[in-house]
């Protein structure tokens, strides 16, 4: 079973930077393709960020693309999502989730708070 872990939220000011980490156990983190997606209350779930499981491809959200870059470690089964020039809007709960192929994602983590100050 997969188990992920996310850290690296917190409190900045707009036009700060956090780095996000979802940390994975089991030895066969490397074949699964990850995402991030975030959630603030009262709206949607939404997709962020998406890395194959190479690395090889990413995929942005519109509304983070310039700004926020996602990467992954397999040798220390940690996926990153690098933010920079946070905007308020970007406050949320963040996710991650991993899944097999083009599948659902059906392995998530418990999530992490951002919170970006005007």
């Known amino acids: 079973q997969l188990q992920l872990v996310e850290s690296g939220g917190g409190l900045v000011q707009a036009g700060g930077s956090l780095r996000l980490s979802c940390a994975a156990s089991g030895r066969t983190f490397s074949r699964y393709n990850v995402a991030w997606f975030r959630q603030d209350p009262g709206k949607e779930r939404e997709f962020v960020a998406g890395?194959?499981?190479?690395?090889?491809?990413?995929d942005y959200a519109d509304s983070v693309k310039g700004r926020f870059t996602i990467s992954r470690t397999n040798s220390k089964n940690t996926v990153y999502l690098q933010m920079n020039s946070l905007k308020p809007e970007d406050t949320a709960v963040y996710y991650c989730a991993a899944r097999l192929g083009a599948g659902q994602y059906d392995h998530w983590g418990q999530g992490t708070q951002v919170t970006v100050s005007s």
């Open positions: 890395i194959s499981w190479s690395g090889a491809y990413t």
